[in-house]
């Protein structure tokens, strides 16, 4: 029997003269759990805006949510690398989730800007994320750092929330799934299928995610 190597992640290429910097898509999320939504929002940015690859960070203690009421950051990022798999384009990083207290966009985006020298950052968000922007802590140096690429998501405003930034507006087709929406299924025991990756659902599954107020840390 032969055992086929999974795909390897692309790698940046390298910055040198007469050759375009590479284009790095950053995809921040709770991901609780990760849904088609966002491998669509994903998918989109990257064949619309030429990136070489998309990032997606899950968070590690969301500032916009309430401490304690995320599944374990372990199963979120467990689950988004499930959600990714089978798109060589796409990648998980662990610095959110390994950093200590709460994460902030504006520190994320300065760690992956040093980490990737000569990248150019495209930050992508759905258009309720965009909505809450002006309250993030410096928001002006997030602009600097990263262009702001922004998807359509149903029942949210969109172009109109504009705020004079400028931004890349998607043109995806809104989908009409939401993590909440996911866990309220799952909670009454609700099929998640063709709506999360099946890796996804079959990993919620087996860890009774989201049946009960905590889930069970998964094992090493
Ligand atoms: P919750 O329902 O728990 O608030 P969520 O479905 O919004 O979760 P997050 O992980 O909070 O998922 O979202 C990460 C990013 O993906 C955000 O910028 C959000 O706007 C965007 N996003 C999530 N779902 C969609 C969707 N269906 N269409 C477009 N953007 C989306």
Known sequence: MTTRRP????????????RRSPRLGIFGGTFDPPHFGHLALAEWAR??????????????????KRAGTST???????MTRLAIR??????????????????YTVDTLQALARAHPGARLHLLMGADTYA????????GAIARAAALVVALRPGSAGRRAASGRRVTWLSNPGLDVSSRA????????????YLVPDAVARYIARHGLYRRA??????P
């Open 182 to 193: 996911l866990r309220a299924r799952a909670a009454r025991g609700r099929s998640l299928r």
């Open 214 to 219: 905590r889930a069970r840390r998964p094992r």
């Open 7 to 18: 795909p390897r992640a692309p790698r940046l290429a390298r910055v040198t003269p007469g």
């Open 47 to 64: 064949v619309e805006l030429a990136l070489d690859a998309v990032l997606f960070v899950p968070a590690g203690e969301p500032p916009h």
């Open 132 to 139: 809450t922007f002006g309250s993030w802590r410096e928001p």
């Open 72 to 78: 374990a950051a372990a199963h979120r990022l467990a």
């Open 86 to 103: 089978g798109n060589e384009r796409f990648r998980v990083s662990t610095l959110e989730v390994r950093r200590r207290g709460q994460s």
